[in-house]
Nanobody, 122 residues
Framework: QVQLVESGGGSVQAGGSLRLSCAAS????????MGWFRQAPGKERQGVAC????????VYSASVKGRFTISRDNANNTLYLQINNLKPEDTAMYYC???????????????WGQGTQVTVSS
């Protein structure tokens, strides 16, 4: 079965850092672009960052560029999101996702994890 399992979320103060992980299994990880999305209560799910199959390209939303870094370890089927200088507006459920297509549009993603909660207090 396809599985994407996020971890690393938590409650932190503004200015802090977190490293989110997503462990993938049940599909050919190296054949998929990977992305991180987030959804705050009452808001639409939004793309955060995505990374190509061999890490040759990555894209970030404007709100996180410079603070977030997406990476992947294909040898271990793991996706990461390093988050620095957290802001209260980063509070959301963070989801990892896998897609054969390229982009930050949720509709193109084939597989999704269950999410990990990030809560940032001021």
């Amino acid at each position: 079965q396809v599985q994407l399992v996020e971890s690393g979320g938590g409650s932190v103060q503004a200015g802090g850092s977190l490293r989110l992980s997503c462990a993938a299994s049940g599909f050919t990880f190296t054949a998929y672009n990977m992305g991180w999305f987030r959804q705050a209560p009452g808001k639409e799910r939004q793309g955060v960052a995505c990374i190509s199959t061999r890490s040759t390209n990555s894209v970030y939303s404007a709100s996180v560029k410079g603070r977030f870094t997406i990476s992947r370890d294909n040898a271990n089927n793991t996706l990461y999101l390093q988050i620095n200088n957290l802001k209260p507006e980063d509070t959301a459920m963070y989801y990892c996702a896998a897609a054969r297509r390229w982009g930050l549009i949720a509709e193109i993603y084939d597989y999704w994890g269950q999410g990990t909660q990030v809560t940032v207090s001021s």
